[in-house]
């Protein structure tokens, strides 16, 4: 993996938070934060936070009784998330790397993760982290993007990509966000990080966008794709992103438009 394709920098973290959260990142942040207020958890961490949808979840689902820690790699993607956390709410912040956390061992009862694991550039070593962490029987609890086919916005802003730079196009939606669908591999890595009661379900649901604009400045200038699409130079960012977001309307319609969008969520037990 790229070191660009971790870059959430300069406008990004804004453009992701006001963009890209509604309409891809908040449905399953409900949906995990239901699957974790279940589990009744005392002590829940938070990895890979990005600008704090599944914080604000999991605060919302879970109230005063769960102490929550949020950390994140990236420190504007959590100041971010910080700037945005309702007042009054009890959240510990802190930069840490997943791979490496400094935290004690068998201190949580819940760590999770919602489309962090992605971008782990050791996949079992994130993992073994998270179980290190955990109490024993304590749940693992994280979401992963399925196909990109799958996830109809992301899908027709590659193609559109695809046109205007077909020398080499921009794939970081497609290797990175959406490369790590596969259920057998996750599952190999987990039990390979001692986890067990492991269980994949595959949650479908659509996306919603005011116009078609929003997916395409979302994706284009809000994430990491930007990088690649500045570092082609040529018809530059504005431009591609225009491109994007008239394929976008071709296919959705000019107004206010739905796509499908699917991810792996999983369950795993320390």
Known sequence: MPASDKEFVGSIPELYDRLLVPMIFEP???DLAQRAKVLGPRDLLETATGTGAVTRALASALGSDTRIV???LNEPMLERAKSQMPGGTAITWRQADALNLPFDNASFDVVACQFGAMFFPDKPKGYSEARRVLKPGGRFLFSMWGRIEDNEFADVVTQALAEVFPADPPR?????????????????DLAAAGFSKIEIDDVQLQSRA???HDPAIGFCQGSPLRGEIEARGGVGLDAATEHAASALARRFGSGAIEGRIQALVISAVA
């Open 28 to 30: 399953y942040a409900r």
């Open 70 to 72: 949020a950390t994140d």
């Open 172 to 188: 970081f939606l497609a290797r990175t966000p959406y490369g790590h669908y596969a259920a057998d591999p996750i599952r190999a």
């Open 210 to 212: 005011n116009a078609p």
